[in-house]
C-alpha cells in the first residue's frame, strides 16, 4: 500500500489520510424497489456455495497455500527486477493453464530505482550501527559517505523553529507515530522540508505503533528546485535513543552511506485475467491488488495477499462453472509502491471504457479477517452494496463504510465508477509493512479464505445482476 | 535471562522449565503468630512513605530516566568487553557518590567469547540472506563458511527419525514455541544433538512467540566428546520458510559465516552496594539483578531494569534516611548470560555467610508493572511474605507465586536461603529477549517505579523485622 505527498498524487495521499481519520460507517437508510431487493436476495444460494466451497469445500486453504508457495519461489518483487517480470510470466501462465479468458500483460512503463548497499553509523557520543531502510527514490551518498551533525527534530513545526541550527546537519525526525496517514508525511516530504533549510541528508523515524528493531522502507519525493539529498528510514528505538541523547545536549555525528540509485524507466506489466461475461462482456467488475512489492522481506501482505484473494476468487468461480452476465475482471497491478504508476497508465489507456465499468474492487490494506468492504459510490450502489452484505453473512457481520481509500483504483473512482476496497482487522497492518516482517507469517489461512470467498460472491452478484449501477459525480460521494 | 541445559546447571534450568509450566500461587492458609502480624502491619506507614516517594515524590520517573542514562551512555554491556567493566565503574563511583556502603566490586573470572562478523546466505532454492545470531560459546566457520545442504526439522524427535539424512548436512530446527522453558533446549542443545548424527551445522529458529523478523541469540553449550559444530539462531520468518521449501521437495543449500571466537578467561566483577544494618549489619537482605547483557540491543530489559530496581531501590531508601537493623545489600552480577558465572563464583565465595542471609531477592524476567513475587521458602516465609504484600496495595493486588526461578540467587535458596524474584505482566518479554529491540522502547517509567518501590519496601520490613527468617530443606519447598 503506497501513500504519499507527491503533488500530482496529493488526491490519494488525501483519501488516506481523510479515510484513516474520519471513516464512517454507512447507515441504513436504504429504500430499494422492491424487485432489485428480491434480485438481490437470489443469488443467496450461489454466494452460499462459493462460500461453501472456499471455506470449507475444494478450495479450504487454497488462497494460503497459492500465496506462500508464489511468495516464497519469487521473494520480494520489486519493480524494475527481473524477479518481478518472472513473477508476472507465472500468473500469466497459469491463468492461461486453469482456462481464464483474455489472460495478458498491459506495458506500462516504470521507474527503475535500486537501492544498492546502505548503512548508517552513529559516530558520537558512541559507536553503534544504526539500522535503515534507504527511501524509493532517494538519492545516495558519495562512497565514503555523508559525515556530518545531527539535529533531531520531533515535528516538521521544531524543523522550522530551528532553522538556523540545520544548514550542514543531518536532520533526524523523530516524529510520533499518530496514523499512517498523518505521519507518512514525514517520510514522503522531510527531505525535501529538510533541504530546503540546507540539510545535508534526512533520516526519518519508521512510520509504525510498534517495532521490534524494524525499519520501514517506503516512497518519499523530491520538489523542484530543492536540492536533492538521501533520505532514509531509521528504527523507532534508535530515533528514539538519538531524541534522548539530543536532549541531554550530547552531540550526535552520523555517518550515512546509501549506495541508491535511479535508472532510465524501464517496462513491466500490468497482469490481466477474465471470466468473460456471458452475454455483456464489454462491461466488468473488476477484482484487483499490486503484484510489486518493496525490496524486503516477500511482499505476502503488501500485496500477495490482494493479489491472491483477487485471482482466486476467480478460480472459485471458473472451479464452480459460476459465469456472470458481465466480465468478471482481475488485475494485477505493476509499480504500485512507486506511485500507482501501473494502474494509473491502465486506466488512462483504457479511458474510453469507464462506462462500461459496473464496479472496481481492489485490496491492498491486509488481508486479515473481512469485516467488509469500504466503498465509494452514490446512494443507490451504496443501498445495494448493503442487501449484498446480508448474503455474506456465512461470513460474519460483513459492514460497509465509506469512502474507498483503495490506492490503485483510486483513478477509477475519481472519474466515477463505484467501487472500494476490502475492509478488514488490518490494526497490525502497519507492525510489517515496508518491512522485512512482511512475510506469511502475517496471513491467516482462515481470513484468506474469508476474503476470496467475499470477493468472488461481490464480484459475481455485481457483475450478474440487471442493474447497471449509477456512476457518481465524485464530489458527492467522497467528501 | 538465561536458562540453557548446560550439566552442571540442569537445576537452574529444570527451574526455569518447571516454573513456567507448573508455578502455583501460594493459598492463603497463614496462622502466623498474632504479635508477628501486628510488627509486620506496623511498617505499613514506612511502605507507605517508600511507596509515596517512589510513584508520586522525588523519585517519580527516575528509574527508567537513570536507567534511559546508562544504557544511552554504555549500549549492550557484553561479558568480556570493556564496555561493561566502564559501566560497572559507572556504578561503583556513582554508589560512592551516592553515600551507599561498602561499595566495591568483587572480582570474577569470566569466559570471554566474542561473535565476530556472520552472514547466512540461501544459495538455493534462491539467493536470499538469512538474518542470524551466533550463539554463545559457539565455534566459528572458515573464513569462507561452510556450504551445505539443509535438513529441517521440527523437532529432535524428527531428528532422530531421519538420523541417515543428516551427515555432512546443516541442520535447520524449525520447532514451534511451546514455552521458553522447554522450547530452548533446541537452542542449548541443538548444535551438539545435529553434532552427534554427523552435521556440520545449527541453525536454530528463534526462541520467541512473536516476530517481525528478529532473530534472538542467547547461549548453547558443546558436550564432550561430540565434535563442536558453529550454532547461530535464525528467525522465525526464515526457518518457516525453509520448512516450507523443504515440505515441497525443494533441495536447500545454505551458506554460513560465522567470525566467533572464544579467547581465554578474563576479570570482571560483581558490584556490590550497602546499606549498612544498624544492629546487624553482618545479616542482609539482598536485591539484585545482572549488569551484563548480550552484545545486541541495550539491555535495557535482560537486565538492565532489574539492576536499576534494585540500585533505586537502595536510593529511595537512602534519600528516604530509611536504615533497617541488617543490611540491604544491593548486587549487579556480572557475567549472567554466559551462564550465571559472576553469581556462582560470589555466592561460593561467600557461602560461610550463607547463614546471615535473611531473603535474596532479584529481577531478571522483565520489569513490566509488577504482580508480586515468586518465592522459594518455608511456609512461614511464605507467610510472612503474604501479610507484607498486603502492605503493598497501593500498588495494586501484589501476590506470591512459588518456586522462584530467579536465575542468579538460585544457588543461594538450593542451599536454603529464602529469596524469590520479581513476578511480572512479562507476557511480552520473549518478544524482546537477546535482540536488538531489548531497548527503552521496552520499558515504562510507571512500571520501574512500581518495581522500584515494591524492592524497597520488601527489602526493608524483612531486613528490619525482628524475627531472623527460617532457611528451608531445598527439596521441602522447589519441586
Given at each position: 500500500?503506497?501513500?504519499?505527498t507527491i503533488n500530482s498524487l496529493i488526491f490519494v495521499w488525501l483519501l488516506c ?463
Open positions: 500500500m503506497w501513500c504519499s489520510v481523510h479515510s484513516m481519520i474520519i471513516a464512517q460507517h454507512v447507515e441504513d437508510n436504504c429504500y430499494l424497489p422492491h424487485n432489485l431487493i428480491e434480485e438481490i436476495d437470489s443469488y443467496g444460494p450461489a454466494v452460499q456455495r462459493i462460500i461453501n466451497e472456499t471455506m470449507q469445500g475444494s478450495f479450504k486453504g487454497a488462497t494460503w497455500e497459492d500465496l506462500a508457495t508464489f511468495v516464497d519461489k519469487f521473494g520480494p518483487r520489486f519493480t524494475g527486477t527481473k524477479v518481478l517480470e518472472d513473477a508476472i510470466d507465472y500468473v500469466l501462465n497459469k491463468s492461461i493453464d486453469l482456462g481464464l479468458d483474455n489472460v495478458h500483460g498491459e506495458p506500462a512503463t516504470v521507474p527503475h530505482w535500486v537501492r544498492g548497499s546502505e548503512s548508517a553509523t552513529l559516530l558520537q557520543p558512541r559507536q553503534k550501527d544504526l539500522a535503515l531502510l534507504g527511501l524509493g527514490y532517494s538519492i545516495g551518498t558519495p562512497e565514503e559517505g555523508i559525515t556530518a551533525n545531527a539535529v533531531v527534530v520531533n515535528s516538521f513545526a521544531e524543523l522550522k523553529k530551528r532553522a538556523d541550527e540545520i544548514p550542514g546537519k543531518i536532520v533526524v525526525y523523530n516524529q510520533k507515530f499518530v496514523s499512517y496517514g498523518e505521519t507518512v508525511e514525514y517520510r514522503g516530504s522531510g527531505a525535501v522540508r529538510a533541504a530546503e533549510l540546507g540539510a545535508v541528508a534526512a533520516l526519518i523515524r519508521s512510520v509504525t505503533p510498534f517495532s521490534l528493531y524494524t525499519p520501514h522502507t517506503g516512497m518519499m519525493s523530491y520538489a523542484e528546485n530543492v536540492t536533492k539529498i538521501p533520505a532514509a528510514c531509521i528504527t523507532v528505538e534508535d530515533a528514539t535513543l538519538l531524541g534522548r541523547m539530543a536532549d541531554r545536549g550530547e552531540t550526535i555525528v552520523i555517518n550515512l552511506k546509501m549506495g541508491a540509485k535511479s535508472y532510465p524507466d524501464t517496462q513491466s506489466r500490468n497482469v490481466i485475467a477474465d471470466i468473460a461475461g456471458s452475454s455483456a462482456p464489454e462491461k466488468a467488475v473488476v477484482v484487483s491488488g499490486h503484484i510489486d512489492s518493496w525490496d524486503v522481506g516477500q511482499g505476502a501482505l503488501d500485496d500477495g495477499g490482494g493479489i491472491f484473494i483477487s485471482w482466486n476468487a476467480l478460480k472459485v468461480l471458473k472451479h464452480l462453472d459460476i459465469r456472470a452476465r458481465r466480465t468478471i475482471r482481475m488485475i494485477m497491478w505493476t509499480a504500485e509502491e512507486l506511485g500507482l504508476i501501473g494502474a494509473e497508465q491502465y486506466i488512462r489507456n483504457h479511458a474510453a471504457e469507464n462506462g462500461n465499468m459496473q464496479f472496481v474492487m481492489e485490496s491492498d490494506f491486509g488481508t486479515f479477517a473481512p469485516m467488509g468492504l469500504e466503498i465509494s459510490g452514490n446512494e443507490m450502489v451504496q443501498c445495494i452494496l448493503q442487501r449484498i452484505m446480508r448474503l455474506l453473512a456465512p461470513l460474519g457481520d460483513m459492514q460497509l463504510k465509506s469512502p474507498s481509500t483503495a490506492p490503485d483504483i483510486s483513478f477509477w473512482i475519481k472519474a466515477g465508477v463505484p467501487g472500494g476496497g476490502l475492509w478488514n482487522r488490518n490494526e497490525k497492518y502497519f507492525y510489517y509493512h515496508h518491512t522485512n516482517a512482511d512475510t506469511m507469517l502475517a496471513e491467516n489461512p482462515k481470513a484468506l479464505d474469508m476474503n476470496t470467498a467475499l470477493f468472488a460472491a461481490v464480484s459475481y452478484v455485481l457483475a450478474d445482476i440487471s442493474l447497471d449501477l449509477p456512476q457518481h459525480n465524485f464530489s458527492s460521494v467522497s467528501h
